[in-house]
Nanobody
Framework: QVQLVESGGGLVQAGGSLRLSCAASGRTFSSYTMGWFRQAPGKEREFVASISWSGGSTVYADSVLGRFTISRDNAKKMMYLEMNSLKPEDTAVYYC?????????????????WGQGTQVTVSS
């Protein structure tokens, strides 16, 4: 069992930066592939980024590639999403999730545990 809590969301101007954090509980955090997803009002939840258990492999959505960086610290049971050059279209609730898949995955149905989300709002 893994419990996930996101933090770090807020209001930022376009072009600005934010760093999201995901704190995990449970002894097996380091064995999970982790991911970030987001959901804007009236839209489906979409994949943002994923990282393997070791941190050695990452996958990004095309829309954030080159602007966002996913990372993790297994000793601290933490995952992060560094977001730069933010755009109004990045506005959404951001969720962290844990998957038992061996490799990073974009599919929401392959994630077993989800956090409650943190709001990110980018003003133009």
């Amino acid at each position: 069992q893994v419990q996930l809590v996101e933090s770090g969301g807020g209001l930022v101007q376009a072009g600005g930066s934010l760093r999201l954090s995901c704190a995990a509980s449970g002894r097996t955090f380091s064995s999970y592939t982790m991911g970030w997803f987001r959901q804007a009002p009236g839209k489906e939840r979409e994949f943002v980024a994923s990282i393997s258990w070791s941190g050695g492999s990452t996958v990004y959505a095309d829309s954030v590639l080159g602007r966002f960086t996913i990372s993790r610290d297994n000793a601290k049971k933490m995952m992060y999403l560094e977001m730069n050059s933010l755009k109004p279209e990045d506005t959404a609730v951001y969720y962290c999730a844990a998957s038992r898949m061996v490799f990073p995955t974009k599919s929401t149905w392959e994630y077993n545990y989800w956090g409650q989300g943190t709001q990110v709002t980018v003003s133009s």
